[in-house]
């Protein structure tokens, strides 16, 4: 037997709760005697709608919305809202309300209770106020994702207001996109309700993407069910830097192998040797950009290796980059770096050479090989201090000391137009030049002693002397390959020699060239026709081939990039020195390869 009304009415103002019970249409058929009390309000005046002058008029608008939403849906629900007291203080009050149904399901009535939480709140708010202060991100979570709250560090960090960090969708405006899928899908987690956590970069006010680890943890009711997640974002970028600095490394390491000789101690006293490494101490310091001049073979790059190891970036990686062995549809990428699908086959993010080189030093040899637009790219790295990878837009900070390298001659380069005078000016802030081979002579016999010593060791041989006709020979030769042609030619006699006294093949240094300065001839000329005569030569003998251990490249003892470059300069048409059946398919061939070997200066 059902109770009735007045004996219902009875229960409800029993009830030690503030209670009330409303018609299906929403509007208020009756209120406790506590209800009453609390608010001064008489039954009449609470009834129909008469309720909503006790609540305060900033909350009205989304408790009336709120209470529509649940009339409609027709389930379960409940509001936070202020309701003023008898007396004119507003308190907080959580108000539940419930469906009651007849036998047919339909609803009949709404049952519902307002509790107080003031004190809840009050502590809540002491809590976020202290939360505020914490010089971390934080931000709660509803059990279905949605954000509620963001403590000041967060919307510092965002640049963004807690109105607008409440908008849906929010997430997805300052997470990477590139980790957005790594996200959404780590997120499924918070459906077991167990603490986990994730790496994403999110955007700051300032545009940049920063790495942090996010941490999940739930708070859960006495039953177990969770209520809210409590999450906090640790910025841990340097930390991200620093691994991907050590795998950077470790590849330059990788790549720099083949190399170990350029480690190598500089070797000569001359006068003209002892200028460059005066130069080289006083730039080493600074932290100015450097381009080193030279003809192939100087030691272009052993000079900037000795600049690096002693600057403040000496324990940073040092990453070299041939600008002439690399194809020109490519040099931008290889530079810095391409994004997934930044174009055909780039499958995946590759980092560039001024990302491996971050916090270090970045040589760039030949440079003036470098095309038009990756000129002006670069003129923008080392005046803005930073770069987009290819097929990015987000700007990466450039925190690399720039040496480049040249056997060109840059300025008649920028008469023609070929090299751009900005980046010109812009390289060489500090220029060293070292001086070939043929004007050191006083450094022939270090060199060669020193070569010899290397040389035998390896091949555990014991030299002891070494011929005076030799050495006569060795420093009369005017050495166009300069010490790498010179460190070649010693390691090919220590290896063909079976006494103790070294001698060299005097075949290996004729070249039925007069090596005599012709009456007005300049000596640059005579050194370029030298050069020239000295390259068709190699090339008839290997019927044009460049590359490959039996190529041109091979027999003068420089790198087949090298050798290319000589090739523009010089105007030499290579193709006529094929045989007829060989076609034209050099372009086929790869010009990255090279001798390897070790020299000193």
Known sequence: MYPSESQLRLMIDTIPALAWCCLPDGTTEFSNKRWLDYTGFSQ???????????????????????????????????????????????????????????????????????????????????????????????????????????????????GRTFEEFLEPGFDQTVIHPDDWNKVTSTLQRSSRGQPFELEARMRGKDGLYRWFLYRFNPLRDCDGRVLRWFVTGTEIEAL???????????????EEIDKASMFEEIVGTSSTLRAVLTRVSKAAPTESTIIISGETGTGKELIARAIHKRSPRSS??????????????????????HEKGAFTGASQRRLGRFEMAQGGTLFLDEVGELPCETQI??????????????????????????ISATNRDLKAAMATGAFRSDLFYRLSVFPIEIPPLRERKDDIPILVEYFIDRYATEAGKNIRYVSKKSMELLQSYPWPGNVRELQNVIERSVILCETETFSVDESWLSHDIDHAVPAGQPLVQMLATQEKALIETALAETRGQ????????????????????????????????????????????????????????
Not at 91 to 115: K, M, Q
Not at 380 to 397: A, S, T, W
């Open 316 to 337: 940073r990686a040092f990453v070299s980059v041939n600008c002439a062995a690399i194809p020109q549809s490519l040099i931008a990428s290889e530079l810095f770096g």
């Open 546 to 601: 460049v590359s490959g251990p039996t190529g041109a490249a091979a027999k003068l003892s420089m790198r087949p990039s090298t050798l290319e470059s000589k090739i523009r300069i010089l105007k030499i048409n290579k193709h006529r020195f094929k045989a007829p059946s060989e076609g034209l398919s050099e372009s086929s061939r790869s010009t990255r390869g090279g001798r390897r070997g070790n020299f000193g200066i």
């Open 44 to 158: 009449a005046e609470a009834l129909g709608r008469g309720w909503q002058r006790a609540v305060h008029p900033d909350d009205l608008e989304k408790l009336v919305e709120t209470w529509r939403a649940i009339l409609v849906s027709g389930e379960p629900g409940e509001a936070e809202a202020r309701m003023r007291r008898f007396d004119g203080e507003y308190r907080w009050f959580l108000i539940r309300a419930e469906p009651v149904r007849d036998e047919h399901c339909n609803i009949v009535r709404w049952y519902g209770t307002s509790t107080d939480i003031e004190e809840l709140k009050r502590a809540e708010k002491e809590l976020r106020d202290l939360v505020d202060y914490v010089p971390q991100l934080i931000v709660i979570r509803e059990p279905d994702g949605r954000s509620i709250y963001a403590n000041r560090a967060t919307l510092d960090y965002l």
């Open 377 to 402: 790219a670069l003129l923008r790295v080392l005046q803005e201090r930073q770069f987009e990878r290819v097929g990015g837009n987000q700007p990466i900070r450039a925190d690399v000391r720039v």
């Open 240 to 254: 991200k830097q620093s691994e991907e600095r050590v795998q950077n490394e470790n590849l330059a390491l990788r």
